[in-house]
């Protein structure tokens, strides 16, 4: 938890990081809560804002930011806005945990918003949510008055979460967009154990960095594409964008791979057709990536020219 030096005995945790999917390397149990409204040393309670107070009662269809590591600046924003939540849905525990029972731990949250939010949350978008796509759901949950005061609802939210865990602003309600879980040409991930993390500047050693993105839905009309295929086709695709991001760029010769993503059948049934190629380094083991430091786009810039062919002797 994050306490800032502050008596944890007062908590008031609200936030639990959850992290509803299946397959996606996403952080289910890193940040498990943030908290806030704890009590000064000297005791007593910080009391919280009114807008926080109203972020963590909004109604469905409301969506949440906040700036502060704590998330104690929390408020309600229009969903336009980039925000970090937007609220699917209200769901009462009160069945499993009647008046006078104790508060679930963390882990029981985690396990109450997976099993009760996924179906209600599909339901407010009034689609599938791709089980591998770029949107999970997490919780908020009443803080420990309102739990002894008998509030059961934990609200069911949308977030966009980085492979390392790093909350992504998402700008516009989720209903409508693409879920596929790509990134921005030019977007670089970090190195996390061997494996990819959140977004880095790309002058840091980093695991990938994204080169381009394409829809298989531009190739593949007459259904969902078996990998082998997607692979197929993305080996050549990938390679002419990687030129087009940065021409010249020698892979080979700085011991780089060019990769891509590949689709489940349950992200095409759910609309995730984009996929991103990327570049990056494999450790000499083969045991995972290993760290690449600045941008393909710069090496290509400060590679030498070609050399230009010799003039035939007596001119041309």
Known sequence: MLGHG???????????????FLGAIVALALSVTFSWGAGLAGGGKVEEAPAA???FHSAPGSCLNWLQPDASDIHVVP???????????????????????????VSDWRD???????????????????PYGKFTVSALRPGADEWSGGDRDMRCVLQWAAPGGALQPVTGKVAGQSQSLVWQPGT?????????????????????????????????????PTQKDQAAWLDA???????????????????????WDLREQESWDAGSTLVNCKVGAKLADNTGLAPVTGSIKQQAQDAPPPQSPAAPPGGG
């Open 188 to 224: 670089c991930l970090a190195l996390q154990d061997k494996t990819v993390g959140n977004p880095i500047d790309c002058a840091q050693p980093h695991a990938y960095e994204i080169v381009a993105t394409i829809d298989l839905k531009d190739h593949f009309k007459a259904g969902y």
């Open 79 to 105: 969903c336009a806005q980039p925000h970090l939540y937007e609220v699917a849905g209200v769901v009462s525990v009160a069945d499993k945990y009647p008046p006078g029972a104790p508060a679930p731990t």
């Open 53 to 55: 107070n109203a972020a």
């Open 237 to 259: 695709e990938c390679n002419n964008d990687l030129q087009s991001y940065a021409g010249g760029v020698d892979l080979d010769a700085q011991k780089l791979i060019l990769t």
């Open 112 to 130: 109450l918003a997976m099993a009760r939010c996924t179906k209600g949350t599909e339901s407010y978008l009034g689609e599938e949510l791709d």
């Open 6 to 20: 502050l008596a944890t005995d007062t908590m008031r945790t609200r936030l639990v990081m959850v992290g509803v």
